[in-house]
């Protein structure tokens, strides 16, 4: 069975990562889909992509009690490289959500979620990675050099098996569609979040 875990650190061939010059919001979708659930990530920003191109949006990704999304304003990419194009992929953003594969020894399909602009995450979470770089050293590389988003989410995902080949684990595949679901609540609520703090402004 599926389950999200939250984790708030109070002290929470290769696709060019090329973004719209407004995107304000990013949400990159890291990972290697040559070997199997490490291609969580770019299966979810390719779904993502696709749901935020629909018009309408499909119901379930559109809850009544959220804000439209100003398509223009998120923009979505792959990543398969290194970290310099991690960070070019999020230069000029305010909000940036990463999704990856990661190896906690949690139960398959499990959902993490960190917060680190606040506080640097466990790289022993992302140690797994097949792909060229690591989520927490690039992440830390990016504070050291001043060029960490002022918000940052990771959503993790748990996977099971990252050998050779394409195709995910049947756990893994199960958590795509709700790691979308979740990263796009999240992304909707923090554009609630600045339209608030700039109404406030606005008022002052």
């Not at 407004?22 to 299966?43: P, Q």
């Not at 009544?64 to 960070?87: F, H, I, K, R, Y």
Request: charged share 20%.
């Amino acid at each position: 069975m599926l389950t999200e875990h939250v984790e708030h650190n109070e002290q929470k061939a290769p696709v060019s990562p090329t973004i719209p010059a407004t995107s304000s919001i990013v949400i990159v979708g890291v990972g290697n889909e040559y070997r199997r659930d490490d291609a969580a990530g770019l299966l979810v920003a390719r779904l993502l992509k696709k749901q935020l191109a629909a018009s309408p949006p499909p119901q379930e990704f559109a809850p009544a009690s959220s804000p439209d999304l100003d398509v223009a304003e998120v923009g979505v990419v792959e990543c398969t490289g290194g970290s310099l194009e991690l960070m070019d992929a999020w230069a000029g953003a305010r909000t940036v959500v990463l999704v990856d594969a990661m190896s906690s020894g949690a139960d398959p399909g499990t959902v993490f979620r960190f917060e680190a602009h606040k506080k640097p995450i466990p790289a022993c979470l992302f140690h797994y990675s097949t792909h060229d770089f690591n989520i927490a050293d690039t992440i830390e590389l990016a504070r050291l050099l001043g060029k960490l988003p002022p918000k940052v989410m990771i959503f993790g995902i748990e996977g099971a098996d990252f050998g050779y080949g394409e195709g995910l684990s049947e756990d893994m595949a199960a958590a795509i569609e709700r790691v979308a679901h979740s990263t796009l609540d999240y992304v909707r609520d923090c554009v609630k979040s600045d339209a608030l703090t700039a109404n406030l402004q606005e008022v002052s």
